[in-house]
């Protein structure tokens, strides 16, 4: 029998779950009487993975919408501000490095500044103030500039461990989120197959709602099992199932804080480490096929140094892949339980956001309009999966370094149809927005610019050479490329300074 909306029930804390929480109670006014009433119920007795401390850009609008102030996010969170990611050694090891900033190229969906560089590993310096500010470790503002407000284009890292906290108290004390603690035991099933009720252990009666929303990670208990949705194994494609994470200390109060992620390849993975103002968040992806754990920890130990000597590192076993589906009957998959990958890119919180975004947006005013809302949830996160997959795996094909791990990578049958006539295509010409759905679109074709470009992948521009004939253009658009960099780098306050002073300032 079809029935109004008007509540909610979110299964799984941590990010995901209160992230989820907050953006639909804040749209749709949990808050009032009138408004869909949403429920998370998480159990006290699992611990929540805790390492994504990456974001996206879209960060800076979802926490304007759930009504957080920036300042208030930093101090909780011990928050920074990342600018783009800096790639190093994913060429040839030598110490080569490119970047992908936030901040799109100059002239960018107008004209493609790629064939008229002198060098095309320098598009982005030459296109992009963002590449030296990165450099220079450089604030995207100064104190004139107010908060979500920036010169740059930037997102976040972030302690994921406070910024679930932060949003839990927000969420139950402003944003009307009732919270339950309670471990799921099993779920009933009505005639059409929809979740009927939620029974927990040592609680008699049952907990329904109109909407389940699955945020139990990768045990995925609602949507994978209850649903029985199956899961998609990308593994042949990307390789990565393994990971070891530490927290390091700064050596000093004031050391400077990195304003990007820095990816940074070994001989079978890449280290990622991600600055907060009291630590770093260093951590080894790798592959166990390739690599053993103990021969990925002494990576890491390498890596970080003497600072490595006391610490001790936490062991992340994963599975890359997705649901067939995200949305089944009457329950959608937020998070990990939805599917999850490496954490190049930083798409995991992403996702989230989009995926509630898209909940609170198309919220049904009944369960008779529920398929449909499902059947094109399902499309676009379909269709998103397939991109994120491509752009990860474009990360690892233009390596020319010869250990197994990454050889094994350019074999093609690891590489997905849809990169494959892309690629195609790219050869005479490199990526251009009319390769892009618009909307849809994570990662636009900027993106692919500064990853290809970056590693040295120069299209055939010949082939065609009249169309570009626009060299007076180029010429000025690269002219004031530099002259804004010159601008920025003699403005813009270095990182850990601006956020100390900004912090500081009363409102």
Same mark, same amino acid.
């Given at each position: 029998m079809d029935k109004p909306i008007k509540h909610i029930v979110i299964v799984g804390g941590g990010t995901a779950g209160w992230l989820s929480a907050a953006i639909i109670a804040a749209q749709h006014q949990s808050y009032s009487a009138a408004g869909v009433a949403v429920t998370l119920v998480e159990s006290s007795d699992i611990p929540t993975i805790g390492v994504g401390e990456g974001t996206w850009p879209t960060m800076r609008g979802t926490l304007q919408q759930i009504g957080l102030k920036e300042r208030d996010f930093f101090k909780r969170c011990h928050a920074v501000f990342k600018q783009g990611g800096k790639f190093v050694n994913w060429v040839t090891g030598d110490g080569d490095f490119y970047y992908h900033p936030f901040t799109v190229p100059l002239g960018y969906g107008r004209i493609d500044l790629a064939p008229y560089v002198d060098d095309i590993r320098d598009f982005a310096p030459d296109t992009n103030f963002q590449h030296h500010i990165c450099e220079a470790g450089l604030a995207p503002r100064t104190l004139a500039d107010s908060e979500y407000q920036g010169q740059c284009n930037y997102a976040y890292h972030l302690d994921a461990g406070e910024f679930a906290e932060m949003l839990k108290e927000h969420c139950k004390e402003k944003l009307g989120v009732q919270h339950r603690i309670a471990t799921l035991d099993h779920c009933t099933r009505d005639d059409a197959g929809n979740i009927s009720g939620l029974f927990f252990k040592n609680e008699p009666m049952p907990l329904s709602a109109d909407l389940y929303i699955?945020? /139990? +990670?990768?045990? #995925?208990?609602?949507? +994978?099992?209850?649903?029985?949705?199956?899961? $998609? %194994?990308i593994e042949h494609l990307l390789f990565n199932d393994s990971a070891l994470a530490m927290h390091v200390p700064y050596a000093s109060a004031d050391s400077p804080v990195?304003?990007? /992620?820095?990816?940074?390849?070994? $001989?079978? +993975? !890449?280290? !990622?480490?991600?600055?907060? /103002?009291? @630590? @770093?968040?260093? +951590?080894?992806?790798? #592959? #166990?096929?390739f690599l053993s754990d103990d021969e990925a920890e002494y990576n890491l130990r390498q890596y970080v140094g003497a600072a490595a000597k006391n610490l001790s590192a936490r062991k992340i076993s994963?599975? #890359?892949g997705h649901r067939a589906k995200f949305w089944a009957n009457n329950c959608v998959a937020i998070g990990m339980s939805a599917g999850f990958v490496e954490p190049l890119e930083a798409t995991a919180i992403m996702l989230v956001e989009l995926s509630a975004r898209f909940v609170a947006d198309n919220l049904p005013a009944d369960t008779a309009d529920m398929p449909v809302v499902a059947k094109r949830f399902n499309q676009q996160m379909g269709y998103r999966w397939q991109r994120i997959i491509d752009f990860l795996k474009l990360h690892y094909l233009l390596t020319q370094r010869p250990e197994p791990y990454w050889q094994a990578h350019l074999d093609p049958a690891t590489l997905p149809i849809s990169l494959q006539e892309d690629l195609q295509l790219w050869r005479s010409r490199g990526p251009t927005t009319q390769d892009f759905q618009g909307p849809l679109e994570l990662f636009p074709?900027? %993106?692919?610019?500064y990853v290809m470009y970056g590693m040295g992948f120069k299209p055939d521009f010949s082939r065609q050479a009249y169309l570009y004939q626009q060299n007076q253009q180029a010429a000025q658009i690269l002219k004031k490329s530099q002259q804004l960099t010159t601008q920025m780098l003699g403005t813009l306050p270095p990182h850990r300074q601006y956020i100390e002073q900004w912090l500081q300032q009363t409102y």
């Open positions: 699955d945020c /139990t +990670g990768f045990a #995925s208990l609602l949507l +994978g099992k209850a649903l029985e949705v199956p899961f $998609n %194994s990195a304003c990007h /992620t820095i990816a940074t390849a070994q $001989n079978a +993975g !890449w280290i !990622w480490d991600i600055g907060l /103002t009291h @630590r @770093r968040g260093v +951590g080894h992806v790798y #592959s #166990s096929r994963y599975q #890359s074709a900027a %993106s692919y610019q």
